[in-house]
């Protein structure tokens, strides 16, 4: 016989559960342009995402949200050498995770001569 202590609690909506963080944040410039971030999280098809970006570490915009899944693309005017801090979180209806950061800065820019 099954009963509910047999069951994992996992309940977005009770604020009174904290959602975990994501995890293992990775951050791509690709570009001055681009920016690929890809992160883990349990069960990332009950939460949306919040992506939010610093160029300061103190001020903070939000890029976006994705719903289901744990990758977002981000188009901004990055300089090369400076260094930007990004940020993501889980949240369902009024429950909100942690926030999860990782700093990325553009180290150079490939040049194409045509």
């Known amino acids: 016989m099954v ?5 994992v609690y996992d309940n977005p909506v009770d604020t009174n559960n904290t959602l975990s963080a994501p995890t293992n944040l990775t951050v791509t410039l690709s570009a001055d ?9 349990s069960n990332p098809d009950k939460y949306v995402f919040t992506v939010e970006m610093s160029s300061d570490g103190t001020n903070w915009q939000k890029l976006g949200e994705v719903n289901k899944v744990t990758t977002y693309s981000a188009k901004n005017n990055f300089q090369v050498g400076k260094n930007y801090g990004f940020r ?3 949240y369902s209806d009024q429950n909100k995770s942690a926030y999860l950061t ?3 800065s ?3 820019l490939a040049l194409q001569l045509i």
Do not use: E, F, G, P
């Open 3 to 7: 009963t509910c202590k047999d069951y």
């Open 33 to 41: 342009t681009m920016a690929t971030l890809n992160w883990q999280y």
């Open 88 to 90: 993501v979180c889980a």
């Open 102 to 104: 990782a700093q990325s």
């Open 106 to 108: 553009l180290q150079h």
